[in-house]
């Protein structure tokens, strides 16, 4: 089943993600993130809505800025012995195993957003009220989440719109291509403020900010398995960090 799981809790879904980017950040050999980036990749298929298949999109996506990091490497990181060299661009060991070492960590970051992602706005709630936080602080995070992805919605209608209209971007020039970005750049800004404020004015009708203690007509507490489950993500945790 793709999408949001009810078997689970919606903490522990926050919680994977959460150790998934940690342990990214924390490891830095390029074999032991390869298996962490499986790990994600995995979890991730099992939640998104295009499964496998749409994460090798968004994978195919970030290739260019993966691209860039490659090219930063090959001019400015040459400590370690030449594995490659062609004019001024060459390739050390330390620079193929430190650009392996960000890309893994971008790719393992990316996946476990999306597959957070997948959860709405309650399920922040019903995760959030579980360890007595804010409600505030679950509305900013599951805003923050869903950002990028409406960003990219966005973009992509533009991009439609601009197909239909026998717009071929790629075929203008350099100039004309900046100035359609920087157009497209101030309407997702000026879409994404209206969308903002749209969102504050339907919160404050519904008493988001009012005083007095909130209730829930359902209340999710964890379970059994909710419990075994984060004990073994803590034991598959400490284990990554201690082989």
């Known amino acids: 089943m793709r999408g949001t799981n009810s078997f689970w809790h919606p903490l522990l879904h926050v919680f994977i993600c959460l150790v998934l980017s940690c342990l990214a950040f924390m490891g830095s050999e390029p ?11 995995i ?6 809505k ?5 994460l090798v999109k968004t994978h195919w996506r970030s290739l260019p800025l993966l691209l860039s990091l490659a090219f930063v490497q090959l001019l400015f990181r ?14 050390s060991r330390e620079g193929a195993n430190y650009l392996a070492v960000l890309s893994l960590r971008l790719l393992i970051v990316i996946l476990s957003a999306k597959a957070l992602a997948v959860l709405d706005f309650k399920e922040f709630s019903t995760a959030f009220h579980s360890l007595r ?13 869903h950002l990028v992805p409406s960003l990219l919605s966005s973009w992509k209608g533009y991009f439609q719109s601009l197909k239909l209209r026998g717009i ?9 291509r900046l100035k359609i970005y920087k157009v497209l750049a101030l309407s997702s800004l000026a879409a994404l403020i209206k969308n903002s404020e749209g969102q504050a004015i339907a ?5 988001f900010r009012s005083s007095g203690e ?30």
Do not use: C
């Not at 074999?31 to 990749?41: E, G, H, R, V």
């Not at 919160?203 to 008493?207: A, D, F, M, S, Y």
């Open 31 to 41: 074999a032991k993130l390869s298996i962490l980036w499986f790990t994600s990749f």
């Open 43 to 48: 979890y991730a298929a099992f939640r998104v």
């Open 50 to 54: 295009g499964g496998a298949i749409g």
């Open 78 to 91: 040459r400590q370690g012995d030449l594995l490659w060299q062609f004019g001024i661009i060459s390739l």
């Open 133 to 145: 936080l804010p409600e505030e602080f679950s509305f900013m995070l599951s805003y923050a989440v």
């Open 168 to 176: 071929a971007i790629n075929k203008l020039s350099i100039p004309n």
């Open 203 to 207: 919160l404050e009708l519904r008493g």
């Open 214 to 243: 909130r209730s829930s007509m359902h209340e999710r507490r964890f379970r059994f398995f909710d419990w075994v489950a984060i004990f073994m993500i803590f034991l598959a945790a400490a284990l990554y960090l201690w082989l």
